[in-house]
């Protein structure tokens, strides 16, 4: 008999995972900041470490934020939510964007996520719009009472 030697290493597969009642898209209003959650998730059997997140593309002058920005450690089959910031830039356009989330470690590869954000623009210039259209009809009416009585 031959004694035989076998080695085992176990690997980590880190993946982005949501969560039970999230979706991968989001509203935003222009200008103003939206926060989702998601999370970084170790699918394999080892651990994972140093996972660092980072944009791959994003609209010109948005701003994404991670918080964590890192994390040092996820165990096999764990996950760790990072919130992510996301503010569209203050005269954006109503309408669908694409943003790509890359989460990655230098052991383990990376994964992609592609989120897509709705933008709304803001409802102040609408509700100035009401005012001043209420404003001159009511300027009209009040001149048209007037020259009425002559």
């Known amino acids: 008999t031959v004694p035989l030697q076998v080695k085992v290493t176990a690997k980590g597969k880190l993946i982005w995972a ?59 089959k764990g996950y760790v939510p990072v919130e992510v910031t996301i503010t569209p830039k203050g005269k954006a356009i109503a309408g ?4 790509q989330l890359q989460t990655s470690s230098a ?20 509700v100035i719009g009401v005012i001043v259209v209420v404003a001159v009809l009511a300027v009209l009416l009040g001149v048209f009472l007037v020259l009425r009585r002559r």
Do not use: H, M, Q
């Open 18 to 76: 949501i969560g039970p009642d999230e979706k991968l898209s989001a509203k935003a209003t222009a200008g103003k900041k939206t926060t989702i959650t998601i999370y970084a998730a170790n699918n394999g059997e080892g651990p994972i470490e140093n996972v660092s997140f980072s944009t791959l593309s994003k609209p010109e002058e948005w701003t994404v934020e991670f918080d964590p920005k890192e994390i040092p450690y996820i165990e096999p």
């Open 96 to 99: 669908d964007y694409r943003v």
């Open 107 to 126: 052991r383990e590869g990376s994964d992609v996520l592609d989120y897509r954000i709705r933008v709304e623009t803001s409802t102040s210039g609408l």
